[in-house]
């Protein structure tokens, strides 16, 4: 049966006219926090202005990359079986004692257009890395990093271990109050702890300047016509590029095609995705510096509170305290220091 709540003490023992009269900051802040609309992350801009931009470049290098596999693989199918499975003009050819057109010699025309194909792929792979690097939450990234960071996001996946936005904080607010109460020389922490949001934008610019770029500056492949000039008719005595094309004739049509897109690859990840790790790595290892920093501290006033007696100062002078500690004991004891 349910128990009964006692009417005799129905509120806890506080003093008057504290429930109901909270600070209208406090509940507009609050407010703010239930609608998602506290936070921002500074980047988000500049990632969704680079994503674009990696969108944009995958789906030209998709049309490419169909193009070129399908001739590719096309070119195959013609060297395969010793020769049979030729185009009627590389028979013909042969047939007049023409060079150039076996089997043998379509094997080369279908490894020029493959090798810029197989370009291609390698450099959509780089972009698609990228990209996952500073859109996919779920892992420990760029895109988890910011969002932490900013306090757009409150708590890592279950296995990642990060401070969020508000342990950021408190960190920065309990070093440099504990460093004013030490008289320490002043050090602005926040530039250390959320450095990638003051600086990001800085790395993802010079990615947008490299990503602008155009990776296909050399040409595209369908305006050259290769699956039509490899299958032509043969004309007796034709000459230049009247012939049929074979790879002396093809390899300098398509090979220029893969220069920008090796170029455009380049910087991607060992430049680009490297600077957004320095980025994380940076921040992180100012947390950890800040946090031991903040632990030696407290422990340090936790000696200068069993150094007051000496009786509780002996174990430091006779027992555990190194010769270095002693000496400071011992300046301090006799007055020589504060």
């Not at 980047?43 to 470049?57: C, E, G, N, Q, S």
């Not at 040409?219 to 005595?237: D, F, N, R």
């Not at 950890?288 to 509170?305: P, R």
């Amino acid at each position: 049966m349910p128990i009964d709540w006692s009417t005799e003490h129905p509120n806890p023992n506080f003093p008057e006219n504290t429930f109901g009269s909270e600070a209208t900051h406090v509940k507009n802040i609050y407010g703010f926090l239930l609608t998602d609309l506290a936070y921002m992350n500074p980047l988000a801009d500049d990632i969704a202005t680079m994503v674009a931009r990696i969108d944009a470049v995958q789906a030209l290098l998709a049309t490419e990359m169909s193009a070129s596999l399908a001739d590719a693989n096309t070119f195959a199918g013609y060297a395969a079986g010793g020769g049979a499975n030729l185009p009627q003009g590389w028979i013909d050819a042969t047939n007049d004692q023409v060079t150039g057109y076996t089997s043998a010699d379509m094997s080369p025309v279908s490894s020029t257009v493959m090798s810029y194909y197989n370009n291609l792929v390698a450099l959509a792979a780089d972009l698609t890395t990228l990209k996952n690097y500073v859109t996919v939450i779920d892992l420990d990234n760029f895109k988890l990093h910011m969002e932490l960071t900013s306090g757009v996001d409150m708590a890592p996946p279950p296995g990642i271990i990060k401070p969020n936005n508000p342990a950021l904080m408190a960190v920065v607010m309990s070093l440099t109050e504990l460093e004013n109460r030490f008289g320490i020389t002043f050090t602005n922490h926040f530039l250390g702890i959320f450095g990638t949001l003051f600086t990001g934008d800085v790395t993802i610019a010079a990615a947008q300047t490299d990503l602008d770029t155009d990776p296909l500056s050399a040409g595209t492949y369908s305006p050259l016509g290769i699956a039509a000039g490899v299958t032509k008719p043969y004309v007796a005595g034709a000459t230049g590029e009247d012939v049929i094309w074979n790879n002396p004739i093809v390899a300098p049509k398509v090979d220029p095609l893969s220069v920008p897109v090796n170029a455009y690859k380049v910087p991607i990840i060992p430049t680009h995705q490297a600077a957004l790790i320095t980025h994380i790595e940076d921040d992180m290892a100012y947390y950890d510096e800040c946090v031991h920093k903040i632990d030696q501290i407290v422990l340090a006033y936790g000696i200068s509170s069993h150094i007051q007696d000496p009786y509780y100062a002996y174990p430091y002078v006779g027992v555990f305290g190194t010769p270095d500690l002693n000496t400071i004991i011992q300046q301090y004891i006799d007055g020589e220091i504060d």
